[in-house]
């Protein structure tokens, strides 16, 4: 059993900076992978980044060159830092872990989520 716990949400006007974390209860060294989704009001859970113990790493087109997903095993921490935030981002971020290859809503472990709010 793993949990996860979000933080450094919060309202940032556009074009700003934010970096989430998510803190696991258990070491993250054998979690093959971990990542973030995004739910806007309205809308479904969608991918936002994802990363495999080997460091590699994807993304949604949408935060391509924007946000960047990395992992401190050392910490059992994972970060997203995002940057050039636009209103469009607004979204409770999610993160998610996973012992397999899939990061997915419907299977793993996933925290309580974190705000993210970009308006001016």
């Known amino acids: 059993q793993v949990q996860l716990v979000e933080s450094g949400g919060g309202l940032v006007q556009p074009g700003g900076s934010l970096r989430l974390s998510c803190a696991a209860s258990a070491s993250i060294f054998s979690i093959n992978v971990m990542g973030w989704y995004r739910q806007a009001p309205g809308k479904k859970r969608e991918f936002v980044a994802r990363i495999t113990t080997g460091s590699w790493t994807n993304y949604v087109d949408s935060v391509k060159g924007r946000f960047t997903i990395s992992r401190d095993n050392a910490k059992n921490t994972v970060y997203l830092q995002m940057n050039n935030l636009k209103p469009e981002d607004t979204a409770v971020y999610y993160c998610?872990?996973?012992?397999?290859?899939?990061?997915?809503?419907?299977?793993?472990?996933w925290g309580q989520g974190t705000q993210v709010t970009v308006s001016s």
């Open positions: 998610g872990a996973d012992f397999g290859s899939v990061l997915d809503p419907s299977r793993g472990y």
